[in-house]
T-cell receptor
Framework: GAVVSQHPSRVICKSGTSVKIECRSLDFQATTMFWYRQFPKQSLMLMATSNEGSKATYEQGVEKDKFLINHASLTLSTLTVTSAHPEDSSFYIC?????????????FGSGTRLTVV | LAKTTQPISMDSYEGQEVNITCSHNNIATNDYITWYQQFPSQGPRFIIQGYKTKVTNEVASLFIPADRKSSTLSLPRVSLSDTAVYYCLVGVAFMNRDDKIIFGKGTRLHILP
């Protein structure tokens, strides 16, 4: 089936550094990807919509200069957390819409656990 | 997107049938109902989707009454591995637009031995 591969699965970084998270669609083209963050015991919160070849659309309250999204190809979207702080520690998940021979809906990456120390 | 209301948590025992009901009073004519499952430290996984009446797949059944203001996810003979959070989502899914998915709080299902 259609798979979205997300890397890394876990990352620990020092406060003030930047971290890049990659999301790849393995056997389909994803013109649109979505980025979520999830705190413990809470639901997924949509951060932004990533569009191939254009600027991402951010949800209200999400700092676009802090969470840089790049969607340079039809199979890769990246989320960079810049100048990370401990409060950015969270579980980040990407999602893509699967359109192949028919519409399969949405699939999600396995998530990235970010810990900022 | 229609707002959904689900129980925050549920407990059940292995081998039992579990029914999780979701209320979506403001569902629109074009809206589909979709359920996702999420295990700890993993991304959500699609379970089932329906528009009306009943849908069944190898994992679950989805019951939707005629007024479509609610839906019930039915998991037959649950096992410990069904312990997860279940999300009910209502929106225009599987259409020719890239609609973003907004998650509600979900139902935390805990299966006991």
């Amino acid at each position: 089936g259609a798979v979205v591969s997300q890397h890394p699965s876990r990352v620990i970084c020092k406060s003030g550094t930047s971290v890049k998270i990659e999301c790849r669609s393995l056997d389909f083209q994803a013109t649109t990807m979505f980025w979520y963050r999830q705190f413990p015991k809470q639901s997924l919160m949509l951060m932004a919509t990533s569009n191939e070849g254009s600027k991402a659309t951010y949800e209200q309250g999400v700092e676009k200069d802090k969470f840089l999204i790049n969607h340079a190809s039809l199979t890769l979207s990246t989320l960079t957390v810049t100048s990370a702080h401990p409060e950015d520690s969270s579980f980040y998940i990407c999602s893509a819409r699967i359109k192949k021979d028919r519409d399969y809906g949405y699939t999600f990456g396995s998530g990235t656990r970010l810990t900022v120390v | 997107l229609a707002k959904t209301t689900q129980p925050i948590s549920m407990d059940s025992y292995e081998g039992q049938e579990v029914n999780i009901t979701c209320s979506h009073n403001n569902i629109a004519t074009n809206d589909y109902i979709t359920w996702y499952q999420q295990f700890p430290s993993q991304g959500p996984r699609f379970i089932i989707q329906g528009y009306k009446t009943k849908v069944t797949n190898e994992v679950a059944s989805l019951f939707i009454p005629a007024d479509r203001k609610s839906s019930t996810l039915s998991l037959p003979r649950v096992s410990l591995s069904d312990t997860a959070v279940y999300y009910c989502l209502v929106g225009v899914a599987f259409m020719n637009r890239d609609d973003k998915i907004i998650f509600g709080k979900g139902t935390r299902l805990h299966i006991l031995p």
